[in-house]
């Protein structure tokens, strides 16, 4: 009786001891393993080395690769990782590191450490092993003698670069004969056109924008300001073509004091300083004046312009000259 008792829990144990060790297979199959290969073991200075590193992981986790690695002595130039591939009962994950070096001798490259995330949060950390790797100089010159400087290379004349000097020449060619042709066009043009008509005089222009200018509505949409804006340099333009100065670019007290070296008397002169001075009060200080006002301002400008016409004579009928022009200035 007590045998077989013995015989029972001998065997009871026994299978425990199996599932145990079926267990314990199970949770080695399921942990996380990382490896590190090189292509190669041996470069010259400069050269690239491919490094592969896989992780078994279990399924269901992902591998986390570090952002950045810094595997000084050696240079990252290229990281790729592929998408997981079934390895069994786990996954399989692959990156592949392109190195170089530019250093001498027995270097090794560091270990570095990789993350494998459970679909529970929790993290396992891996770390690779380090690689030694031999970096050889390109060559060694075993003479011993220093060698002479190498003198300059000779250009060849090749075809292709003659082939070029011949189309840049052609370009050269096509260009000056394009100019040439435009200004013959150009000169054919204005010799059928005839003589351009003479310019019109200054007084013309600046009366003919008086009128437009009274005849605007910016007063009865309430801009003064944009009104002495335009009167003065309605001015300003029949300023610079009467009497050749850049009125337009100046202050007030510019163009009158470059006024006193020209043919304008003292008349004009005052005129002109009070009109433009008016309009400036409205552009800078923000006065408002009236329709009077500004009405009275736009025949001071009439009266200034019709002043300053210069005489000259038109057409000459049977001895008498006609002219054009109003007297000599008077007071404005």
Do not use: N
Request: proline share 6%; net charge negative; hydrophobic share 45%.
């Amino acid at each position: 009786m007590r045998s077989r008792e013995a015989c029972a829990w001998a065997r009871h144990r026994m299978a425990a001891a199996i599932v145990c060790l079926i267990a314990c297979a199970d949770a080695a199959d399921a942990q996380s393993r990382i490896r590190a290969d090189l292509d190669t073991q041996r470069i010259t200075v400069g050269d690239h080395l491919t490094m592969t590193v896989s992780v078994h992981h279990p399924v269901g986790s992902d591998v986390a690769w570090p952002d950045s690695l810094s595997l000084t002595p050696f240079e990252v130039l290229e990281a790729r990782r592929s998408a997981p591939e079934v390895a069994g009962d786990s996954l399989r994950t692959v990156a592949q590191l392109t190195l170089t070096a530019f250093e001498l001798g027995d270097l090794d490259i560091p270990a570095f450490e990789v993350g494998v995330v459970a679909p529970e949060a929790t993290e396992e950390v891996l770390t690779t092993d380090f690689l030694a790797v031999q970096v050889v100089s390109v060559g060694v010159d075993e003479s011993g003698d220093i060698r002479d400087i190498r003198g300059p290379l000779a250009i060849s004349l090749s075809a292709l670069r003659l082939a070029l000097w011949l189309l840049a020449a052609l370009a050269l060619v096509g260009l000056a004969w394009l100019a040439w042709r435009r200004l013959r066009t150009r000169r054919s043009d204005e010799e059928s056109a005839g003589p351009r008509a003479p310019p019109r005089p200054p007084h013309e222009i600046a009366l003919e924008a008086l009128a437009r200018l009274e005849h605007s509505p910016l007063l009865g949409r309430g801009l003064v300001k944009e009104f002495h804006i335009e009167a003065s340099d309605i001015l300003r333009r029949y300023v610079e073509g009467r009497f050749g100065v850049g009125a337009p670019e100046m202050t007030t007290g510019e163009v009158l004091e470059r006024l006193e070296w020209t043919e304008a008397d003292s008349a004009f002169r005052d005129g002109l300083a009070s009109m433009l001075q008016t309009c400036d009060v409205v552009k800078f200080a923000k006065v408002r004046p009236g329709a009077d006002q500004a009405s009275e301002l736009l025949a001071l400008g009439r009266r200034l312009v019709e002043a300053s016409i210069p005489w000259r004579p038109v057409a000459e009928r049977a001895g008498a000259v006609e002219l054009v022009g109003t007297a000599p200035p008077a007071a404005v």
